[in-house]
C-alpha cells in the first residue's frame, strides 16, 4: 500500500515535470524580457555582437547592438553565448505513431491530414537539442501520403494543412501490389491532376488538388535517385506545380537541373539507419549533397527525417558544414530557409520584430560538435535551461 | 597452445611474410609519419610526434625519434594520428550492400543452437560497405551473425586489408548469444529465465561431452563421436574463446552477468541499453560491454548515454559499436563525441572506438593503440578525433595505406561517393 502510494506520488510529479513545459507554453508571457550581450545570429545571414534582444507577448519586439532593456525587463545575462533562432526539421516524423504513419488503403491519400493523427508532437529531446518547429511529413509509402503539418515541439500546431507530400520510387512501389512500376505510379498522379484541372475531381481530394494547382498548397515530392528528381521537376512544369523536393538522395546528379526550375530542396538525413535503406540511397545520401545543390544554385533546408530520440537537425549541419556547406549557409537551412521553404518565413526562421520569440542560447558556435544549447524559449517561454 | 593463439602466429607469420617486400626501396620499407598529433591511447597525446613502422608494425613513437635514413617520410602537417577503428559489432558482408537478393546469411534461425555455425563460412568480401567502413576509418571489425536465435554461431575478427576473406582474417571471434524473449522471433522461449536455462545446459552438456572426451583420451578406449556445437561450446568453457551476449534491457544484462558467474566465461555484454542501471553490478562482477548501435538511436541528448560515461568513470571497459546494417559504420567515431559531450573523458572516449574492443577479444597485444610492437592500424584525420569537423584523409593497415580520400582509392576497390 505504502509503495503504490509512493509510485502514485512518483507518477504525479513526473506527470508534472512532463506537462510543465507545455504548459508554460500555453500562455504569453506578458513581462518584457531582454537578452543582452549575447552574439545574435539573425538566420537570416546577419550578426549582431554584443546585442540585446527584446522579447514581449511571445513576439519579439526589437534587436540590435545598440538596444537596451526596456524599464521593468527581466534581463538575461547571455554575454558570450550565441542567440539564433529556434531550428527547424524541415522534414520528420515527429508525434506520429507506427500505425499512422502511412495510408495503407490506398496508394493516393492526398486529403489525409496529418495533423489528425498527431499523438503528443511534443519531444523533449529535440527542445533540449535546440529544434522548435518542424513539418511533420505523412511516410513516403503513399504515392500522395496527404497534408503534412508544421507543429512546434512544445506540441501547438503552427500550420494544419502545410503541404502535400508525395513520394516516387521504391518505397511507395514497395508498399503497394499495384502499380508495379515508376511510371505506373506517375501516369495515376497524371491523370488525377488533369482531372482536377478539369474540376472533375470531387469532394476533398479535389480541393486539395485544386490547391496544388494554384499553388496554394506546395506539393513535396519525396525522390531519392536523380531519375525520380527529374520526374518532379517534368510534372512541376506540365502543371506549374510549386514544388519542393524531399530528401534527394542522388540529387547532386542533376543540380543543374533542380536549380533551373528554381526548386528548393530539403536535403535528406545523412545520419540513418542503412538496414532498410536500398543500396542506391545509401551511397547518395552523403553530408557532401547539401555542398553539392548549394554550389548549383539550389536554396536548401536540412532535416532528419525522424521521430524524435536520436536524431537532431543539428548534427546535419554540423555535417553539411564538415563537407563543403559554408557555415551562414548550413545556419540558414535550419532557420530562415528552412522558414521560408515551409512557407512560414513570416513567422519563424529569423530573429526580427515581430516574428515569434522562439530563440536558443548557446554555448560554442551553434554549427559546431561541442557547441551545447543552455536555454531554448518558445513563443516567449522559456521551456528549457541547463 | 590454444588454438586462437595458434591461428594468431599462423596468421600473423603469413602476413609478415608477405609485408616484407619493402614499398619503395629505402631502409627495409620503413614508413616515418611526421609532425603528427599523435593519440596512442594508451598514454597522453603526443604533439609535434612521429610514428614509426616496419614491416607493418610500429617501431618507436614520440617526439625523440630519429627517423633512418631513406625512409619514407609522410609529414602530415600537425593533422590528427589514431590508431585504426575497431567496429566490435558488424553484420557487413552478410548483407550486401550492392547485392540486396544476397540477403539471407544475416540469421540461421532453422534452430535455437546455432554453435557449429561460423560467421566466416558466409562471409562477402565484396561487400561495398566495406569501401565505406575504410573510409569511416575502420581498420579491424568483429563479425558476427544475428541476434535471431539464443545463440546465433560463431563470429569472425577480420581486418579491411581487402582481398579474400582468407586474408582478411584476423582472429576468432568467439561466440553469440542472444538473451531475450522476443515472440516475433520463433527461436526464443517465453522468457529471458528460460533463454539463460537453455544455454546453461548447453555449456553442461559441453562439459560432459569434454570430460567423456578426456576420460577416454585417458583410459585409450573410443571417445564419444565429435560434435562441432559441443566442441563450441566447450571453448567457452576453457576460455579459448569469448562470448558476446547480445542483450539490452537491464533483466537480460543480468541473466547475461549471472551466466559468466555460473561458468566462469569470457564474457562482454553488446547493445546494454540500459548499462545506466548496472553500473555497479558490471563493475563487481567484471563484465565489459560494447555499446551501441548510438547514431542515429541516440542523440545529443538521450539519457542512456550516461550509462557508459558512468561505467568509463569507475574504469569499466566501454566500447562502441555501430551494428551494420542496422546503424551507418560512418558514425562510429561521431558517435563517441556524444559521451564526451555528457562527460566521458576523451581518452576513454577514443579508447572505445579502439583500444577497448580490442580488449574484448584480446587482441590488444596487438592493435587499439599506438605503441612499439602493435601492428601499424592508424588513421590520418584533417583534426581533432573527435571533431566531427574533422575528416578522414588516410587509413593504413599492417602499414600500408588502404584508403586516400584525395585519390578516393581504397583496398576493397569499391567508388565511395564524396562525402563519405
Not at chain 1, 512546434?152 to 494544419?160: A, D, Y
Not at chain 1, 495515376?188 to 485544386?210: S, V
Not at chain 1, 545556419?331 to 526580427?352: K, P, Q
Not at chain 2, 575497431?86 to 550492400?97: R, T
Amino acid at each position: 500500500m505504502k509503495n503504490q502510494m509512493l509510485e502514485l506520488v512518483i507518477a504525479l510529479v513526473l506527470i508534472a515535470l512532463l506537462l510543465g513545459p507545455l504548459c508554460w507554453a500555453a500562455h504569453t508571457q506578458d513581462t518584457p524580457v531582454a537578452i543582452r550581450g549575447a552574439t545574435i545570429l539573425t538566420g537570416a545571414g546577419d550578426v549582431i555582437d554584443a546585442g540585446t534582444l527584446v522579447f514581449e507577448g511571445g513576439k519579439i519586439v526589437a534587436l540590435g547592438a545598440d538596444v537596451s532593456p526596456p524599464d521593468g525587463a527581466d534581463v538575461i545575462e547571455a554575454e558570450g553565448l550565441y542567440a539564433t533562432p529556434g531550428f527547424i526539421d524541415a522534414y520528420s516524423h515527429v508525434g506520429l505513431g507506427f500505425s499512422s504513419i502511412w495510408h495503407r488503403e490506398s496508394l493516393m491519400a492526398a486529403s489525409r491530414r496529418i495533423a489528425d493523427s498527431l499523438d503528443n508532437p511534443g519531444d523533449s529531446n529535440w527542445l533540449r537539442s535546440g529544434v522548435t518547429t518542424t513539418y511533420v511529413s505523412p511516410g513516403g509509402q503513399n504515392l500522395v501520403g496527404g497534408l503534412g503539418a508544421i507543429v512546434k515541439l512544445t506540441g501547438s500546431l503552427v500550420r494544419n494543412a502545410a503541404a502535400v507530400s508525395a513520394s516516387f520510387g521504391e518505397t511507395a512501389l514497395n508498399a503497394f501490389e499495384a502499380p508495379t512500376t515508376r511510371q505506373g505510379m506517375i501516369a495515376i498522379l497524371r491523370q488525377t491532376l488533369i482531372r482536377a484541372q478539369e474540376d472533375a475531381l470531387e469532394g476533398d481530394d479535389g480541393c486539395t488538388f485544386a490547391q496544388v494547382l494554384t499553388g496554394e498548397l506546395s506539393f513535396r515530392v519525396l525522390a531519392n535517385t536523380p531519375d525520380d528528381i527529374l520526374t518532379a521537376l517534368r510534372l512541376a512544369e506540365e502543371f506549374d506545380l510549386h514544388l519542393v523536393l524531399d530528401s534527394a538522395a542522388g540529387g547532386h546528379e542533376v543540380a543543374e537541373a533542380i536549380a533551373k526550375a528554381n526548386v528548393p530542396v530539403v536535403v535528406g538525413p545523412t545520419i540513418i539507419g542503412i538496414g532498410s535503406g536500398g543500396p542506391y540511397e545509401t551511397f547518395a545520401l552523403t553530408p557532401a549533397n547539401a555542398a553539392s545543390l548549394h554550389r548549383s544554385g539550389v536554396r536548401i533546408a536540412l532535416s532528419t527525417a525522424g521521430s524524435g530520440a536520436g536524431r537532431s537537425v543539428v548534427m546535419e549541419a554540423v555535417l553539411a558544414k564538415t563537407h563543403g556547406l559554408p557555415e551562414a549557409v548550413a545556419l540558414r537551412a535550419v532557420t530562415s530557409d528552412a522558414a521560408a521553404i515551409l512557407g512560414v518565413g513570416d513567422r519563424l526562421g529569423t530573429l526580427a520584430a515581430g516574428m515569434d520569440a522562439d530563440i536558443v542560447l548557446w554555448e560554442g558556435h551553434p554549427i559546431s560538435t561541442w557547441g551545447e544549447t543552455t536555454r531554448v524559449i518558445v513563443d516567449g517561454e522559456t521551456v528549457f535551461e541547463r | 597452445m590454444r588454438e586462437r593463439d595458434f591461428f594468431r602466429l599462423l596468421v600473423g607469420s603469413l602476413l609478415a611474410v608477405a609485408a616484407c617486400a619493402p614499398p619503395e626501396g629505402g631502409d627495409g620499407g620503413v614508413l616515418a609519419i611526421v609532425n603528427a598529433h599523435l593519440y596512442p591511447v594508451t598514454g597522453a597525446p603526443i604533439e609535434s610526434g612521429t610514428l614509426l613502422v616496419r614491416d607493418g608494425k610500429i617501431v618507436e613513437i614520440g617526439t625523440d625519434v630519429s627517423v633512418p635514413s631513406g625512409a619514407r617520410r609522410l609529414d602530415v602537417g600537425g593533422r590528427s594520428v589514431i590508431p585504426g577503428l575497431v567496429e566490435s559489432h558488424s553484420h557487413m558482408g552478410f548483407k550486401q550492400l550492392n547485392n540486396p537478393s544476397t540477403g539471407r546469411n544475416n540469421n540461421e534461425v532453422s534452430k535455437p543452437i546455432n554453435a557449429e555455425v561460423r560467421a566466416i563460412d558466409g562471409l562477402n568480401s565484396n561487400d561495398a560497405a566495406f569501401s565505406l567502413a575504410l573510409a569511416a576509418g575502420v581498420t579491424t571489425m568483429n563479425i558476427t551473425t544475428g541476434s535471431r536465435s539464443p545463440n546465433s554461431g560463431q563470429a569472425v575478427v577480420v581486418k579491411l586489408r581487402g582481398g579474400t576473406v582468407e586474408e582478411m582474417f584476423l582472429a576468432e571471434g568467439g561466440m553469440k548469444f542472444a538473451m531475450r524473449a522476443d515472440r516475433e522471433f520463433a527461436n526464443f522461449p517465453e522468457s529471458v529465465d528460460a533463454v539463460k536455462e537453455l544455454l546453461a545446459s548447453e555449456l553442461r552438456a559441453a562439459r560432459t561431452y569434454l570430460e567423456a572426451r578426456g576420460a577416454a583420451e585417458a583410459s585409450g578406449s573410443s571417445p564419444p563421436p565429435r560434435d562441432l556445437k559441443h566442441e563450441a561450446f566447450g571453448k567457452l568453457l576453457s576460455h579459448d574463446w569469448v562470448v558476446g551476449v547480445h542483450t539490452g534491457d537491464a533483466s537480460g544484462m543480468r541473466h547475461a552477468i549471472a551466466l559468466k558467474k555460473e561458468f566462469d566465461l569470457d564474457l562482454y555484454i553488446h547493445h546494454a541499453r540500459n548499462t545506466n542501471e548496472l553500473v555497479d553490478e558490471l563493475i563487481a562482477a567484471g563484465v565489459p560491454i560494447s555499446f551501441g548501435p548510438i547514431l542515429p538511436y541516440l542523440g545529443r541528448e538521450n539519457l542512456q548515454l550516461m550509462g557508459p560515461v558512468h561505467l568509463a568513470e569507475r574504469g569499466g571497459v566501454v566500447a562502441f559499436h555501430q551494428d551494420h546494417p542496422d546503424a551507418h559504420q560512418y558514425f562510429l567515431r561521431h558517435s563517441a563525441s556524444l559521451f564526451v559531450r555528457k562527460g566521458m573523458s576523451e581518452q576513454d572516449a577514443l579508447a572505445g572506438l579502439t583500444l577497448n574492443p580490442a580488449k574484448l577479444f584480446h587482441l590488444d597485444d596487438r592493435i587499439g593503440s599506438l605503441e612499439p610492437g602493435r601492428d601499424a592500424d592508424f588513421v590520418i584525420l584533417s583534426g581533432p578525433p573527435l571533431d566531427w569537423e574533422s575528416l578522414v584523409e588516410q587509413v593504413f593497415i599492417d602499414g600500408e595505406e588502404v584508403f586516400n580520400r584525395s585519390t578516393g582509392e581504397n583496398a576493397f576497390g569499391q567508388r565511395v561517393p564524396e562525402g563519405w
